[in-house]
């Protein structure tokens, strides 16, 4: 009788410790299921900040430029007959416009790829993306891309006859900085969030590579040294960039877990 009661107490400690095992393991794979939700929630919430982040820089960025081409061809359009009867007063009223409008160069390009400006003429036109010859619709490019002193180059197609030749181009040509003064590039108070344009070659317009986190000088080459999260790769990430498409890309970059969440420039290559 003592030897069966020693075996119940036996079995029913054993059936007590293997429902208690069985509970802490319960316990411990929904507290691990929990946080995977959890991180899961976090995450889908900052893609959702992220992409709603890039747009609006996107918007800011794409309305600025068609500001800029709106005051080009206001410039261009409030120009008369007595601005254009030399090249002292073509001058002058270049002179105002870039004043008004805190411009590098207020120019024009006649149909044998002559620049003028306020300043004199110049025979650089090779130096500068559009086409003088075929320009139909205005365009935006970048001067000295190679360079720390870039500029903004946006440029309209126009007709006008000047001293014996014939106008071609009206552009304007401004500093980077100043491009870029109304946009802002730090998004957050933290310095957690950064904003920067990029060209699709991966040329930062401001400098910066992934906010300066980055000791290349180029996002795509920084980014091919990037570990890539699973369901993300550099060779996705490329294929988007490069073609103009929107994405995300999540990573680890020098120790350092990023998101990179990136959007079109409307009007612009």
């Not at 416009?97 to 110049?122: C, P, W």
């Not at 590579?209 to 980014?223: C, R, S, V, W, Y």
């Amino acid at each position: 009788m003592e030897n069966k009661k020693s075996n119940t107490m036996a079995i029913a400690i054993a059936g007590t410790l293997i429902i208690a095992v069985i509970l802490i393991l319960s316990t411990v794979w929904m507290g691990n299921a929990a946080k995977e939700d959890n991180d899961e929630a976090v995450k889908t919430v900052s893609l959702l900040y992220l992409d709603e982040l890039a747009g609006r820089r996107e918007q800011v960025v794409e309305n600025n430029l068609k500001n800029r081409i709106r005051d080009l061809q206001v410039a261009i359009g409030m120009m008369e007959a007595d601005d254009l009867s030399d090249n002292q007063h073509l001058q002058a009223y270049q002179a105002r416009m870039k004043r008004l409008y805190n411009l590098e160069k207020f120019a024009f390009v006649d149909n044998h790829g002559r620049i003028y400006t306020s300043m004199g003429n110049q025979d650089n036109i090779r130096e500068y993306s559009f086409d003088y010859k075929t320009i139909s619709a205005p365009e935006i490019s970048i001067f000295n891309i190679a360079t720390d002193d870039k500029k903004v180059i946006i440029a309209v197609p126009v007709d006008m006859p000047f001293m014996g030749v014939q106008f071609k181009v009206g552009f304007m040509e401004i500093d980077m900085d100043e491009m870029l003064s109304g946009i802002s590039m730090d998004s957050s108070p933290d310095d957690a969030t950064f904003c920067n344009i990029y060209t699709r070659n991966g040329v930062a317009l401001s400098d910066t590579i992934l906010g300066g986190l980055a000791q290349e000088d180029n996002l795509l080459e920084a980014m091919s040294h990037a570990q890539f999260d699973k369901g993300y790769s550099y060779e996705e990430f490329m294929h988007a960039f490069v073609n103009g498409e929107a994405g995300v890309a999540s990573f680890t970059y020098d120790g350092i877990k990023e998101t990179l969440n990136f959007v079109p420039v409307g009007n612009t290559d």
